[in-house]
């Protein structure tokens, strides 16, 4: 049991590591999306020459890039009870990271018999925080039309299993470990450092579980929403409003695209040809009986 706890967790620490190189690869060395005809409403694109008028630097794009992460400002003016939930797990969640963070450095770098009760307070509000959130969303998903409409059933099963490892989280520090601060951290400490072998290959069921818990969200998360949503900002920050102007970038990119090859007919589209040719040519004319 606990070589096949340890196997999975580092080849589930491995796997993450590889797909998420992978996959940021894969998004930056991706054609250039021509979006403009995404756009509506009140589009920067829509402004004449727009190019011409001074835009947002990349600190100031980030800086809205952050605040929309850190508070989900869409759904806040969207959707304002939604966003209860929403923030509130998202909030525990960020708090879980940064415990989890301290907990490893402080593991290390802190000696375990001088560890306050406090650590043990900010990891329990973290994990409550998200908890709560978690039922919320759920049972927002669950009772709201408009939301269940557009949701997968298969994602209902994801924000069960998150509050499942949450509640692992809970289980393994209140429980196994008592609350108690300085067992957490020898117990950490022993893990990190590697110097007790025997937790490794003889975990206790509830730290043991909590672990196959995490080891399974670092399997799923290179394909999850998470990525998608650092895909999206990745893009704004670095291509959104920004001019296709002579010698820069995206005019390079941009001929490099027009330059491929067609690999499909239409009507107006004869195959053989460049984008550029099929691009800079008149359709012809619809013929008699067309319409």
Same mark, same amino acid.
Not at 17 to 45: D, M, Q, T
Not at 163 to 180: E, K, P, R, Y
């Given at each position: 049991?606990?070589?096949?706890? !340890?196997?999975?967790? *580092?080849?589930?620490?491995? =796997?993450?590591?590889?797909?998420?190189?992978?996959?940021? /690869?894969?998004?930056?060395? #991706?054609?250039?999306?021509?979006?403009?005809? &995404?756009?509506?409403?009140?589009?920067?694109?829509?402004?004449?020459?727009?190019?011409?008028?001074?835009?947002?630097?990349?600190?100031?794009?980030?800086?809205?890039?952050?605040?929309?992460?850190?508070?989900?400002?869409?759904?806040? /003016?969207?959707?304002?009870?939604?966003?209860?939930?929403?923030?509130? @797990?998202?909030?525990?969640?960020?708090?879980?990271?940064?415990?989890?963070?301290?907990?490893?450095?402080?593991?290390?770098?802190?000696?375990?018999?001088?560890?306050?009760?406090?650590?043990?307070?900010?990891?329990?509000?973290?994990?409550?925080? #998200?908890?709560?959130?978690?039922?919320?969303?759920?049972?927002?998903? !669950?009772?709201?039309?408009?939301?269940?409409?557009?949701?997968?059933? %298969?994602? *209902? &099963?994801?924000?069960? =299993?998150?509050?499942?490892?949450?509640?692992?989280?809970?289980?393994?520090?209140?429980?196994?470990?008592?609350?108690?601060?300085?067992?957490?951290?020898?117990?950490? /400490?022993?893990?990190?450092?590697?110097?007790?072998?025997?937790?490794?290959?003889?975990?206790? +069921?509830?730290? #043991?579980?909590? %672990? &196959? @818990?995490?080891?399974?969200?670092?399997?799923?998360?290179?394909?999850?929403?998470?990525?998608?949503?650092?895909?999206? @900002? *990745?893009?704004?920050?670095?291509?959104?409003?920004?001019?296709?102007?002579?010698?820069?970038?995206?005019?390079?990119? %941009?001929?490099?695209? &027009?330059?491929? +090859?067609?690999?499909?007919?239409?009507?107006?589209?004869?195959?053989?040809? /460049?984008?550029?040719? #099929?691009?800079?040519?008149?359709?012809?004319?619809?013929?008699?009986?067309?319409?």
């Amino acid at each position: 049991m606990g070589l096949l706890v !340890l196997s999975f967790f *580092y080849g589930s620490i491995l =796997f993450f590591l590889i797909c998420s190189v992978l996959r940021g /690869r894969k998004a930056v060395l #991706a054609p250039l999306h021509l979006h403009w005809e &995404l756009y509506s409403g009140s589009s920067v694109y829509e402004q004449t020459d727009w190019w011409k008028k001074t835009h947002d630097t990349f600190g100031k794009k980030l800086i809205g890039v952050a605040l929309d992460i850190l508070f989900l400002r869409e759904f806040y /003016r969207r959707n304002r009870k939604f966003w209860y939930a929403l923030f509130c @797990f998202h909030a525990g969640l960020y708090l879980l990271i940064l415990w989890h963070l301290w907990l490893f450095v402080s593991a290390v770098f802190v000696e375990a018999e001088t560890a306050s009760s406090f650590g043990w307070v900010g990891g329990t509000f973290s994990t409550a925080l #998200a908890f709560v959130g978690g039922v919320g969303i759920l049972f927002k998903r !669950l009772t709201d039309e408009e939301l269940r409409v557009y949701y997968p059933k %298969v994602h *209902y &099963l994801k924000w069960a =299993f998150i509050l499942l490892t949450l509640m692992g989280g809970f289980l393994a520090v209140d429980f196994h470990f008592h609350s108690s601060m300085p067992e957490l951290l020898k117990y950490v /400490r022993d893990q990190v450092t590697f110097q007790n072998w025997e937790h490794k290959f003889h975990p206790a +069921p509830l730290p #043991a579980l909590h %672990v &196959l @818990f995490a080891s399974m969200w670092l399997i799923y998360l290179p394909f999850g929403h998470v990525f998608e949503l650092f895909f999206r @900002f *990745y893009h704004h920050l670095r291509w959104d409003d920004v001019p296709n102007q002579r010698g820069s970038v995206i005019e390079k990119r %941009v001929k490099e695209l &027009l330059d491929r +090859p067609l690999h499909w007919s239409a009507p107006h589209i004869q195959p053989g040809k /460049r984008w550029k040719e #099929a691009a800079s040519e008149t359709p012809p004319a619809p013929g008699p009986g067309t319409k």
